[in-house]
């Protein structure tokens, strides 16, 4: 994955622009609910606890883990300060995925949401991503895997322009944010350079940040995950192409791999 975390420079811009993102989350849960009513779940990339809040919410016991400690921080305050969970039902762990080992952990369920796979740059990267879960999965547990399409790469711009992505409001910091990005395509790599520009003003105007976050993510195609699956451990994939968890195909919106470790 990227060798400095860029996530830890805006934790907060990413929180408040995500965490009302819940499309996925049924899902999830399905999947959840099917390997069991108990289920264990581990999420590699969890964030500020987007995924973990309303897993552990519906009574699932939930690891997650993140690279950025400043993400970690917004997660276990929300996961505190939830009296609908008790402290029992999750933990966070500070890791690199790729050198993940939780002492005698079996779960049933693992989960890399939301394109956070596209984080592994280099192919060692992905199938250490993926032995990791793998490792900590029980005989038959699940692998989801959430992805971009096959050509989310064409439709991205490969300008370097800056276009305004989000206005978001903090309402503890009192501050209106715009959030510009700037993309530039890579092909030869399957790569795509994302640079932030994060605007920050008061609403009096008396106080503006500026700052500027910068990463690659490595796109990965259809059949490329599939042949990465049945290297570290996971039987042939069932592909979704959306939440409700249609058969992946033209036009889908995502491309999800569902994987039973063997």
Known sequence: MNPANPYDAFARIYDLQHRGFLDDVPMYLRLARE??????????GCGSGRLMIPLAEAGF?????????????????????NRRIPAERWSLVHADARALRLDASQFDVAIIALNTF???????????????ARAHLSTGGLLAVDLPPNDEMAYQPDDGVFRLEATLIDPQAGTEIHKFVASRIFWAG?????TYRIEE??????????????????HVFKHEMELLLL???????????????????????????AARAI
């Open 35 to 44: 390997a069991s009513p108990e289920a264990s779940i581990l999420e590699i």
């Open 61 to 81: 016991r939930i690891v997650g883990v993140d690279e950025s400690s400043e993400m970690l921080r917004i997660a276990e305050q929300r996961l505190r300060t």
């Open 118 to 132: 596209l984080h592994n740059l280099t192919r060692d990267d992905q199938l250490a991503t993926l032995r990791t």
């Open 190 to 194: 399957q790569e795509q350079e994302l």
């Open 201 to 218: 003003r008061r609403a009096d105007d008396t106080t503006f940040t500026e700052q500027l976050v910068t990463f690659r993510l490595r």
């Open 231 to 257: 290297q570290t451990g996971f039987a042939e994939p069932t592909w979704y192409g959306n939440y409700d968890l249609a058969p992946y195909g033209e036009g889908s919106p995502r491309m999800i791999a």
